[in-house]
């Protein structure tokens, strides 16, 4: 079955960089495109950053020159550099295999001031 794990979170202070990881199984990975979403405590969840099968990626505005999402096709990985981060950017952030119901647990960041 499809399984998705994240990885790397942690407690940074602000300016602080972090990388999160999201190990694939089930699936043939390199096929498919793969999302980082994040959810703040009393918000909804929101889009991160997203990358095709081909590398092409997006960002939200919010994270824009500071976030970078990359992909390892040989480990069916997908990562999430963070720099420069700020209290802002305290959530849990979770993985997404494309535009399906199938998540990662969750990997909480938080950044203190």
């Known amino acids: 079955q499809v399984k998705l794990v994240e990885s790397g979170g942690g407690l940074v202070q602000a300016g602080g960089s972090l990388r999160l990881s999201c190990a694939a199984s089930g699936i043939i990975f390199s096929g498919n495109a793969m999302y980082w979403y994040r959810q703040a405590p009393g918000k909804e969840r929101e889009l991160v950053a997203t990358?095709?099968?081909?590398?092409?990626?997006n960002y939200a505005d919010s994270v824009k020159g500071r976030f970078d999402i990359s992909r390892d096709n040989a480990k069916n990985t997908v990562f999430l550099q963070m720099n420069d981060l700020k209290p802002e950017d305290t959530a849990v952030y979770y993985c997404?295999?494309?535009?399906?119901?199938?998540w990662g647990q969750g990997t909480q960041v938080t950044v203190s001031s």
């Open positions: 990358i095709s099968s081909g590398g092409t990626t």
């Open positions: 997404r295999l494309s535009a399906t119901n199938y």
